[in-house]
């Protein structure tokens, strides 16, 4: 029974953070503002008809591979170039994007005119370099969270991003787009609630609360 359970979550989470996230891909090809209230899954893909943005994807791990798979349910994002520099990833991946072109070298694929946007799901220490060299070629960029591994190369990402305004620029944390949490950031900034000496959150998956139940 433990394990059924188990089965049922798992699938119900992957299919919430594939929404989740085809809806910011979603809204991000079409170049509306991520910050206005998401659509759902359904209404991103018809609503958000415009002319397609191709897609690269640098990175075929384990989460590239589940955001080529994510991209495929868009109606305007076609993934037309794949990047790894481990080829069992990178063939792997291609399985679900058997028109991508493949690269082992990422500034092949920035060098690719036919990709207008990126996807950079690497190890967060080589995010910096990818989104400047991306940024640079002229290439819209989605990068995964977390943005970076130090402090530094986060500000050097945002600055990267501040200097080009023509390209737009994605972190992956889509709870900060989540219209409450945004509302809940301007109440805690109001002082409102007094000064805050102490925070602390935790985080419990639904099978563990389920299994104990039971």
């Given at each position: ?66 955001i ?15 990047c ?53 070629a ?23 991003a ?5 390209q ?6 889509q ?12 109440y ?27």
């Open positions: 029974m433990k394990e059924q359970t188990e089965k049922v979550d798992l699938n119900r989470r992957n299919f919430l953070k594939g929404g989740s996230m085809a809806s910011v891909m979603a809204v991000m090809a079409s170049g509306k503002d991520v910050l206005q209230p998401s659509p759902s899954l359904a209404q991103a893909a018809s609503t958000n008809a415009g002319p397609p943005v191709k897609f690269g994807v640098i990175g075929c791990g384990y989460h590239g591979r589940d080529v798979g994510t991209l495929a349910v868009l109606p305007n994002a076609p993934v037309v170039a794949l790894d520099h481990y080829g069992a990833f990178l063939r792997r991946t291609g399985r679900s994007a058997p028109d991508a072109k493949q690269y082992a070298n990422y500034k092949d694929l920035l060098a690719d005119e036919n990709v207008e946007a990126v996807v950079i799901a690497t190890p967060s220490h080589q995010h910096k370099e990818i989104v400047q060299d991306a940024l640079k002229g290439k819209h960029v989605y990068c995964e969270a977390p943005l970076a591994s130090t402090i530094e190369d986060a500000k050097a990402v945002a600055m990267a501040h200097q080009h305004p023509k737009y620029f994605q972190a992956g944390l709870f900060r787009s989540d219209p409450q949490r945004d509302f809940l950031v301007d805690v900034r109001t002082g409102a609630w007094g000064q805050t000496v102490s925070a602390r959150s935790q985080w419990h998956k639904k099978t563990s609360l389920i299994g104990a139940a039971n």
